[in-house]
C-alpha cells in the first residue's frame, strides 16, 4: 500500500475512511511526528494508486487484512492502530483477526450499524440507502461535486463540504470512484461476541455534534469492549481530527503513551 511517514519512535497506524487516502491524516503526522513514528496508508483503490487493484474485489475485509500485511512488510510492529470512519471498522475487524500485531487501539467515529442483543439483523435504514444511491447517481452522471455534497454532509453535518478545506474537497474527488464500490460492499454489523474479542487497550473518540450513527456505535463499543474507554472531542463533528487537530492529536498521545512497551 502507499504509504507516507513522519518521526521515529513507537509506530502509529492511520487508517482512512470513505472518500479519504493517507492526506487525511497530516495534522497528526506533523503534530505526533516529534515522538512517535507516524504512517498513513492509502487503502487499495484509492489514492494514488487506484488501478493498482483492478479487477480485485472492494472489500472491508480484505483492507483489514492488508493492514495486518503491512505491519508485517514494515517489520516495526506491533503497532498503535488508529482508524476513522470507515477505517474504523476496518481497524476494528483487523484487531479481532490479527491481535498479536496490536498495542493499542483508537477508533473515531467507528462505522457500521450496531447489532445489539435480541434485535433483529442491524442494517442501515432505507432513507441513508436511498440517499447514497442518489450520491453515487450524480457521481456517475458527472455531477460529482453534488454527489460529494449529499454524502459528505450526511456523515457529518448540512454544509460540511461547502465550507470544506481545497486540500479536502482535493482529496474526496480524487476518491470519488470508491464510493459505488463501497456500497456495494456494507459494512459488518458490531455485535457484542465479537466486540468482546479484542481485548488489547482500546480508546474510542467521537465528535461533540458527530450524526448519531457514529455516536452509538462508540457507546455499545465502549460497554462491550474489555478494555475500552471513550472520549468526545468538543465543538467538532464527524471530522474531529481535522476540525480540532490539536484537542485530538492530545488524546492520542494521552492513550499511546500509557499503553507503550
Not at 493499542?104 to 442491524?122: F, H, K
Not at 487497550?201 to 455516536?215: H, K, N, R, T, Y
Not at 472531542?233 to 484537542?247: D, F, I, K, T, Y
Request: charged share 20%.
Amino acid at each position: 500500500m502507499p504509504y507516507v511517514e513522519s518521526g521515529k519512535g513507537e509506530l502509529l497506524l492511520f487508517i482512512h475512511g470513505s472518500l479519504c487516502d493517507y492526506r487525511y491524516w497530516q495534522p497528526q503526522l506533523a503534530g505526533l511526528g516529534e515522538h512517535y513514528r507516524c504512517v498513513s496508508v492509502s487503502l487499495t483503490h484509492y489514492w494514488p494508486a487506484p488501478d493498482s487493484a483492478r479487477g480485485e474485489p472492494f472489500s472491508w475485509s480484505r483492507h483489514a487484512d492488508e493492514v495486518a500485511q503491512f505491519i508485517d512488510a514494515l517489520g516495526a510492529g506491533p503497532a498503535h492502530v488508529i482508524g476513522h470512519s470507515r477505517g474504523g471498522a476496518v481497524a476494528y475487524q483487523f484487531a479481532r483477526r490479527y491481535p498479536q500485531h496490536l498495542q493499542s487501539l483508537t477508533l473515531a467515529d467507528p462505522g457500521g450499524p450496531v447489532q445489539q442483543p435480541g434485535q433483529s439483523l442491524a442494517k442501515l435504514p432505507e432513507t441513508v440507502n436511498a440517499l447514497r444511491a442518489r450520491a453515487v447517481q450524480l457521481i456517475d452522471s458527472g455531477d460529482v461535486d453534488g454527489g460529494l455534497e449529499l454524502f459528505v454532509d450526511s456523515v457529518s453535518r448540512p454544509g460540511f463540504w461547502a465550507k470544506s478545506t481545497h486540500s479536502f474537497r482535493r482529496m474526496a474527488i480524487d476518491n470519488a470512484h470508491t464510493l459505488g464500490p463501497q456500497f456495494l460492499d456494507p459494512l459488518a454489523a458490531y455485535t457484542r461476541e465479537e466486540a468482546a474479542e479484542v481485548t488489547c487497550p482500546v480508546l474510542l473518540i467521537d465528535g461533540e455534534l458527530s450524526p448519531a450513527m457514529f455516536q452509538r456505535a462508540a457507546a455499545a463499543l465502549e460497554e462491550w469492549m474489555p478494555d475500552a474507554r471513550r472520549a468526545t472531542v468538543e465543538g467538532a463533528s464527524h471530522g474531529m481530527n481535522l476540525a480540532r487537530p490539536a484537542a485530538f492529536n492530545d488524546l492520542i498521545d494521552q492513550f499511546a503513551s500509557g499503553h507503550g512497551r
